[in-house]
Every structure is written in structure tokens, then in C-alpha cells.
Nanobody, 119 residues
Framework: QVQLVESGGGTVQAGGSLRLSCAASGRTFSGATMGWFRQAPGKGREFVAS????????RYGDSVKGRFTISKDNAKDAFYLQMNSLKPEDTAHYYC????????????WGQGTQVTVSS
């Protein structure tokens, strides 16, 4: 089993920045994909960013390209989401997740952390 814990959420003004962290435990992450998702009230879950653990290859959702950056620290079994130029529409509950090498969907999820961006 993999356990994930998010931290770093909070409230900021539009144009500000936040850095989210996801601490992972329970197993090796070789071959895994780490991802960030978000969900606002009344809306479906939205893909934000992902990073392949072994290669560092990244992918971003269209709404955050150029503003958000995903990164990882293999030694700490942790990954991060640096969010810059935040907009009110970025307000959501943010989740980190892990997809194993033998799956095509994310199987492990954290409890989430709230990000609120004021106008």
C-alpha cells in the first residue's frame, strides 16, 4: 500500500504563489507516475500535472501551462507543485496521486489540501 499526504495549501491573493508538497510512503516508486489533480465545488476532477518518477518527464493541463511546475525529490520520496501567477479559478481542493507502472489509472490518492485564491 502507498500512503500520500499533501501539505502547503492555503489562501493567497490573485497573482501570488503557493508550493504544495506530497510525501509518499509504503513502497518503491520506480516506474511510477506522480500526479496532481484538483476539484472545485460543482465541478469534476481536473488533471493539473504529472511527472514520471524515473525519467523526470512532465505533463501539464492546458489551464496551468506556463504557471505551474511539478518536481520531485527521489531521496525524500516526495514531489511538489509550484504554483505561480495564481488566479481565482485555481481555487480548488488539490490532490496528489500515484499511478503504478502496470496501471493506466491513478490508484493511490492523498486526502487533499485546499487552495483558495482571492480576487
Amino acid at each position: 500500500q502507498v500512503q500520500l499526504v499533501e501539505s502547503g495549501g492555503g489562501t493567497v491573493q490573485a497573482g501570488g504563489s503557493l508550493r504544495l508538497s506530497c510525501a509518499a510512503s509504503g513502497r518503491t516508486f520506480s516506474g511510477a507516475t506522480m500526479g496532481w489533480f484538483r476539484q472545485a465545488p460543482g465541478k469534476g476532477r481536473e488533471f493539473v500535472a504529472s511527472i514520471f518518477w524515473s525519467t523526470g518527464i512532465t505533463r501539464y493541463g492546458d489551464s496551468v501551462k506556463g504557471r505551474f511546475t511539478i518536481s520531485k525529490d527521489n531521496a525524500k520520496d516526495a514531489f511538489y507543485l509550484q504554483m505561480n501567477s495564481l488566479k481565482p479559478e485555481d481555487t480548488a481542493h488539490y490532490y496528489c496521486a500515484v499511478m503504478t507502472s502496470w496501471n493506466t489509472v491513478y490508484s493511490y490518492w492523498g486526502q487533499g489540501t485546499q487552495v483558495t485564491v482571492s480576487s
